[in-house]
């Protein structure tokens, strides 16, 4: 099993970057596959999961409106449109997997994950 993010870098506040999360070894429309991300010094939170299958989403209010997910099931691959961004999304960000489905609360319930992508919003 392998959950490998891609998309991370340097930009400046109010921009935008797309996040990639491929994965492979599981039957990706099976699972609730989310995003989490993790700040310096802060816990890490869900921010957003879709379940492939019917393409159901959830966000957490601190991205609401300004990030979306979205899934190529042909391709078993996450992605996450980030835009206007802020300096305070600098976090790494993980994509993970639950067969149970979504929930940005599970953290420490994920079956699988990537090992991170590291996204830089310099003011």
């Known amino acids: 099993v392998q959950l490998v993010e891609s998309g991370g870098g340097l930009v400046h506040t109010g921009e935008s970057l797309r996040l990639s999360c491929a994965a492979s070894?599981?039957?990706?429309?099976?699972?609730?596959i989310g995003w989490f991300r993790q700040a310096p010094g802060k816990d890490r939170e869900g921010i957003s999961c879709?379940?492939?299958?019917?393409?159901?989403?959830m966000y957490a209010e601190s991205v609401q409106g300004r990030f979306t997910i979205s899934s190529d099931n042909a391709e078993n691959t996450m992605y996450l449109q980030m835009n206007s961004l802020k300096s305070e999304d600098t976090a790494v960000y993980y994509c993970?997997?639950?067969?149970?489905?979504?929930?940005?609360?599970?953290?420490?319930?994920?079956?699988?994950w990537g090992k991170g992508t590291l996204v830089t919003v310099s003011s």
């Open positions: 993970a997997a639950d067969v149970l489905g979504c929930s940005l609360l599970a953290v420490d319930g994920m079956d699988y």
């Open positions: 879709i379940t492939p299958r019917d393409g159901a989403t």
């Open positions: 070894g599981f039957t990706f429309e099976d699972y609730g």
